[in-house]
């Protein structure tokens, strides 16, 4: 107890008979800390309210309670404001001109490095000796680099106010922090970067000028996307790991927006990526983007992926890119070429009129944009399908169709546009189906209007006996077609092989291959 004290003149506190020296990187709450312990308190929520010092203040940062306590203790108050943090309400935080967010700190476990516990911290009874380093309160900061060993974090305490007590857990854990093993690591780049804006300041560079939120989380997602690809997400990952994503992306942030651009241009040139959406080659590094829990210090950030993204990827006019409406001017989209070969090279003409193809200036044939290797392989396991279902037909026509087969009345038809609702497909892909063989359409006066091409209902049949559109499977599943869509790509289910602007139609053997699309 340290009720009985003299009172410090000038002040409402006592003074104290034992003090202890403000380290250079120590925040105002372990110097409290530090404090109560010196002077022999069971805790630091016991000792303030034993002097009556304000301590709710002094955690939220505010600048008489920093003034109170560097008076009570004897320090300079400029150094002590100066690694102190400032709470501003609603998640948001200021340490001097930087600005972080709650995601930016360790608020509730203590990370300490047990090599400095080991070298600072004799016994129990000298708890007050050990500083707590700012820079270990920061989530980016996961190691040590004087001892080039990982942090540890101590166990979690049920009430928050005992996990504010800095001291008191060293005492409570110093035998477990022992009992820690020592995991060694090399210096990261990323985060001597990180402890060096925390401690003395920003720099001139563009990374510089985003905020130390942003800074240190994007270096840590964009490293995700680059180390894990584009279907990685953004939890479930060991300290460890996302020390080498940081010093992934603080390896290209560093150099500025250019080799941001670059590095996402590269994106689309990786082994099985798929060009063609920005959403999906970019994956984690879009979705953390997207997320509406970032503020507006996010949108230098945002404004360099749009660019590029207007830039380099056909998006319709009208659709929103982190919240600003595109323009609608197409351009080609970077994706790694694909060249023609073995089938697709035989039947490189039949490409040219599926609309697969195109006539290059040189007179060649070349692959659409947004033709993947995928896709050409899907081209022939349909090409194939349809040559052997003519061949196994006997006593009925072939399985391929064509415009001009007349006599409907032998058969029951269907509008092109009824046709489209059972199979829930854009008259659009009717048509195309039509027109490339793999539904019978014939010209009829009957019951429609003269010339109209009309589907016959025992084609419709066939097609859906080995096909089903992603219209039918969502309503059969019963889910959306935008989320459906993705769990398939990411199955790696073919489509058949179609323009990108008609609707998407699966193998059903694939699909019932294929359990998760269950209700």
Not at 94 to 112: D, Y
Not at 242 to 258: E, H, N, Q, R, S
Request: glycine share 8%.
């Amino acid at each position: 107890m340290v009720k009985s004290l003299p009172a410090t003149p000038g002040t409402n506190f006592p003074q104290l008979p034992l003090t202890v020296s403000h380290a250079a990187s120590e925040p105002a709450s372990s110097l409290l800390s530090r404090l109560a312990a010196k002077n022999g308190a069971i805790s630091m929520q016991r000792f303030c309210g034993d002097i009556a010092f304000p301590i709710d203040p002094l955690f939220r940062g505010e600048k008489v309670a920093i003034e109170q306590l560097a008076q009570l203790s004897g320090c300079d108050v400029g150094a002590l404001e100066r690694v102190s943090i400032r709470h501003l309400g609603k998640g948001h935080f200021r340490l001097r001109e930087e600005f972080a967010s709650l995601q930016s700190f360790q608020r509730t476990r203590i990370r300490v490095c047990p090599e400095c516990i080991r070298s600072e911290m004799p016994s129990t009874a000298d708890s007050w000796r050990v500083a707590r380093r700012l820079q270990w309160k920061f989530s980016s900061i996961r190691s040590c680099p004087e001892h080039g060993c990982m942090l540890v974090c101590l166990p979690a305490e049920k009430f928050y106010k005992d996990a504010r007590d800095f001291a008191a857990q060293l005492r409570k854990h110093h035998v477990w922090i022992l009992d820690q093993p020592v995991i060694q690591t090399n210096p990261s780049p990323f985060e001597a970067y990180i402890t060096n804006r925390i401690l003395s300041g920003r720099g001139d560079r563009w990374i510089d000028r985003l905020e130390l939120n942003v800074a240190s989380r994007a270096c840590e997602v964009l490293g995700l996307r680059i180390a894990k690809g584009p279907d990685a997400v953004l939890a479930g990952h060991s300290e460890s790991g996302w020390m080498t994503f940081g010093a992934l992306g603080y390896d290209i942030l560093k150099d500025g927006p250019v080799a941001l651009t670059d590095c996402l241009a590269a994106m689309a040139h990786e082994d099985g990526a798929d060009g063609r959406f920005f959403g999906r080659l970019f994956g984690p590094w879009m979705a953390w983007l997207k997320s509406r829990s970032l503020g507006d210090e996010f949108e230098p950030l945002r404004d360099v992926v749009r660019r590029h993204v207007f830039d380099n990827f056909s998006v319709r006019k009208g659709v929103l890119v982190f919240g600003v409406s595109s323009e609608g001017v197409a351009s080609s989209n970077p994706q790694k070429s694909v060249s023609l070969k073995g089938f697709a090279k035989r039947n490189a003409e039949d490409l040219i009129y599926r609309g697969l193809a195109k006539r290059d200036a040189g007179g060649g044939i070349a692959p659409m944009n947004f033709a993947t290797q995928q896709m050409l392989d899907a081209y022939e396991r349909e090409k194939k399908y349809f040559r052997n279902a003519k061949r196994s037909s006997e006593g009925r026509k072939p399985r391929t169709f064509a415009v001009g087969d007349t006599d409907p009345s032998r058969e029951g038809c269907l509008s092109i546009g009824d046709a489209a609702g059972q199979l829930r497909v854009t008259v659009k892909t009717v048509a195309y189906l039509i027109r490339h063989g793999m539904l019978r359409g014939v010209e009829t006066s009957e019951q429609y209007r003269r010339g109209a091409t009309v589907v016959t209902i025992d084609s419709l049949a066939h097609f859906q006996e080995s096909f089903i559109s992603l219209g039918q499977l969502a309503e059969l599943v019963q889910r959306p077609q935008g989320a459906l869509s993705m769990k398939l790509r990411n199955a790696k289910l073919a489509m058949l092989a179609m323009p990108h602007d008609l609707s998407r139609i699966y193998w059903r053997e694939d699909v019932d291959a294929y359990p998760t699309t269950e209700k």
